[in-house]
Structures are given as C-alpha cells and as structure tokens.
C-alpha cells in the first residue's frame, strides 16, 4: 500500500508518495501559486488521488529509467501538465527502447540542458545536469532566495544521483562511475543546510552526505 509523507524543513513544502516494488519518491512541490511534480512512478491513479484538487503545472523526470517515468504519460493526459526532462535522457522518454522497461512513451515538451531555469510561481527551479546513473540523468535546484521563506533551507531534487548514505547505480546500460563522481563534486559544494529529496528512501542533507557519501566516493 503506498504510504505518504511530507516536510516543511526546506524553503518550500514538499508532499510526497512511496510507490512501487522498489518504493520510489513521487514528489508534489507547490509554493501555492505553482506546483511540480517529480517523478511519477508505478500507479497513476494512486499519483492522482494523492494530488487531489491541487492543480499541476509540471512534471519533472530527473531521467529516462522506467520506475520514474512509467505513470508519467497518464499523468500528462489527465492534467494537462507540462513534462520536463534533460535534453539527453529525453528521447528514450519519447521512443524507449525494449530494454527500457516496457514503460509508455510520453512526450517531453520541454528539454533543458546545465543551467536552465524552470520557473513555476514563485519558485526558479536551476537544472544541474549530472550523468552517471544515466546519461541525462539531472538534479533541480531552488535556492531559498526569492521563495516565501528565504530563511529556509534550498532544496535539491536529487533524483537516483545522490541518496541517504548512498549514490545511484553505475552498473546498468548508460552508467558511468566516473561521470558520477564528476557530478558528486559539483553536489558537494552546495550549502550544507541544502534538503535532498532523493528518487529512493530517506530524504537528507548536503551536509549529512559530506561524511557519508562525498567523503568516501571523492
């Protein structure tokens, strides 16, 4: 039965539900006068019930592996809501191959690359690409700056890059260890106070994964 959670200790409020076999984080984000929704896994009309009368503005896939984007397209067609994907994980979204996973395809109406900045009400979403688990693998990023609580914490979406006291697989097709240290560092530099909301498991801190993970992958 999928279970859900919620925290206020970011700079935005974040809801979330836990899906599927391998219990991924399905993320619903609103400041209140947007809202995005982060990776729809395994059950959409679970996704649906548990988004209510809230109205979705954006989907966001941190990449193209079929545990987060298989309920995507239902979703897109049920509210009508923008997806977002990297410009490199994109096609295999659109066009997935057999050994993707058997997931629908859905379309991507917006690709972004580095630096990109998704805006959605008051939040500025920047895009940090950072490949290893796959290709187009991203994290989003909104500084606390200009939110409604600018004395919080930001917030990563982190997707399968970086988790509680782990990283994300290198070992399927498209993994690279090397392109996921690369990213580690670029991660490593964000503000401790930084709240990681990753594709898996126990949301965490930039700080917390200073010991944990940067340490012993970098």
Not at 11 to 33: A, E, M, Q, R
Not at 35 to 49: H, K, W
Not at 145 to 172: C, M, N, Q, W, Y
Not at 182 to 203: D, F
Request: aromatic fraction near 6%; proline fraction near 6%; charge should be negative.
């Amino acid at each position: 039965m999928a279970r859900t959670f919620k925290t206020l200790q970011g700079c935005v409020p974040v809801k979330g539900i836990v899906l599927g076999p391998i219990d991924n984080n399905t993320y619903l984000i609103s400041d209140g006068k947007g809202a995005l929704l982060v990776d729809p896994s395994s059950d959409a009309q679970a996704i649906l019930r548990f988004l209510g009368d809230t109205t979705l503005d954006a989907i966001v896939l941190t990449h193209r592996h079929h545990d987060h984007v298989d309920a995507a397209a239902a979703v897109r067609e049920a509210t009508g809501a923008e997806v977002i994907a990297s410009e490199v994980d994109a096609p295999r979204i659109e066009d997935p191959l057999p050994s993707d996973g058997g997931f629908a395809p859905c379309p991507v109406d917006r690709r972004v690359k580095d630096g990109d900045v998704v805006a959605l009400g008051g939040m500025r979403w920047k895009a940090i690409m950072t490949p290893g688990h796959t290709p187009g693998s991203m994290c989003l990023l909104l500084d606390a700056e200009g939110t409604d609580h600018p004395e919080k914490a930001p917030v990563l979406i982190a997707g399968d890059t970086l988790f509680f006291g782990s990283i994300g697989r290198t070992d399927f097709e498209g993994g690279d260890i090397n392109a996921m240290r690369r990213s580690l560092r670029r991660l490593q530099t964000l503000p401790n106070e930084t709240v990681v909301l990753p594709g898996h498991g126990n949301m965490t801190t930039i700080g917390a994964e200073q010991r944990r993970v940067f340490s012993f992958y970098l």
